[in-house]
């Protein structure tokens, strides 16, 4: 089992900034990757960028390349997205999840774990 919680939500103006954590506990040495993905109000769950612990390669849902950065900090077991530039409609509840599977990092359906959510708000 692994157990996920975020932190960092919050009310930000757009073209603001935050940074996400997510910090991870358990079965941490099993993790095979880790994600980050939003639920606006009445839309579906959708990919914003993941983590793949081989290799440390990143991927990211294109309208947020160049703004958004995924990290980890190995010592602490936590994932960090560092969000700027931040648009209104990028408001939404944003959840973290982790898997310990070698499989697609785009798909929700691929995640076993999964935060509680942080709400970002993006004002204009």
């Known amino acids: 089992q692994v157990q996920l919680v975020e932190s960092g939500g919050g009310l930000v103006q757009a073209g603001g900034s935050l940074r996400l954590s997510c910090a991870a506990s358990?079965?941490?040495?099993?993790?095979?990757?880790m994600g980050w993905f939003r639920q606006a109000p009445e839309k579906e769950r959708e990919f914003v960028a993941a983590l793949r612990y081989t290799g440390s390669y990143t991927y990211y849902t294109d309208v947020v390349k160049g703004r958004f950065t995924i990290s980890r900090d190995n010592a602490k077991n936590t994932l960090y997205r560092q969000m700027n530039n931040l648009k209104t409609e990028e408001t939404a509840v944003y959840y973290c999840a982790a898997d310990l599977q070698f499989t697609s990092v785009f798909q929700s359906r691929y995640y076993d774990y999964w935060g509680q959510g942080t709400q970002v708000t993006v004002s204009s």
């Open positions: 358990g079965r941490t040495f099993s993790i095979s990757k």
